[in-house]
DNA sequence: GGGTAATCTAATCAACG
DNA sequence: CGTTGATTAGATTACCC
């Protein structure tokens, strides 16, 4: 039982920055299996949180191996867990400036991927087809091109712009330097 | 240096018990 | 039906070529 059809192409009309959460009812694809986390693996994440809510990607992988599961749903844990915690207990965050000081925080980050021209190539072939692939299709094209699925979740997330055809981050980018 | 992956917040959807 | 994992938009920072 889970939800349809992913539309092919972008519902024309309405903006989709009116549905965030991928609300839009003919978007989202069938989405990946909701991880269910034994009571161990709940009290080592929040022992960790305690000692650092940010953790950076060193830390987050040890902390996935160690309870056995992918460095991913680490990392989506840790964010659900700061929007969940109160912002005056939250330590790293400064409300007037968002995003200024994570990366003293947050310390290492994931090593850049570097995709291939192949593999740009096929993720674009996809993307024009389908902007919102579902778990079933990142896996299926994240084993083909040869990358973990959550590398072509991002790419594919950083690409999607229903704004304009262009690359979503170049945009912004162009945006903010004049 | 420019282009873009990694990361963040915020809001929302939706599976599980 | 509440808790919480997963998805998405938008924004910022770091890094490879």
Same mark, same amino acid.
């Given at each position: 039982p889970f939800c349809k059809k992913r539309s092919r192409t972008l519902p024309s009309d309405l903006p989709l920055c009116l549905f965030p959460g991928g609300s839009h009812p003919k978007v989202g694809g069938d989405r990946r299996k909701r991880t269910v986390f034994t009571p161990a693996q709940i009290e080592l994440l929040k022992k960790s949180f305690e000692e650092n809510q940010y953790p950076g990607y060193?830390?987050?992988e040890a902390l996935a191996r160690c309870i056995g599961i992918e460095e991913d749903r680490v990392h989506i844990w840790f964010q659900n867990r700061r929007a969940r915690t109160p912002k005056r207990i939250r330590i790293g965050n400064h409300a007037a400036a968002p995003y200024r000081s994570y @990366? /003293?925080?947050?310390?290492?980050?994931? /090593?850049?991927?570097?995709?291939? @021209?192949?593999?740009?190539?096929?993720? /674009?072939?996809?993307f024009e087809e389908n902007q919102y692939p579902g778990y079933e299709t990142r896996e299926a094209l994240a084993r083909?091109?040869?990358?973990?699925?959550?590398?072509?979740?991002?790419?594919?997330?950083?690409?999607?712009?229903? /704004?304009?055809?262009?690359?979503?981050t170049y945009w912004n980018h162009l945006k903010r330097s004049e």
């Open positions: 060193q830390t987050r @990366p /003293k925080v947050g310390g290492d980050r994931r /090593k850049r991927t570097v995709f291939t @021209p192949v593999q740009i190539e096929l993720l /674009k072939k996809e083909c091109i040869g990358v973990e699925e959550d590398r072509v979740h991002v790419r594919i997330e950083m690409v999607g712009a229903p /704004k304009t055809s262009l690359n979503r």
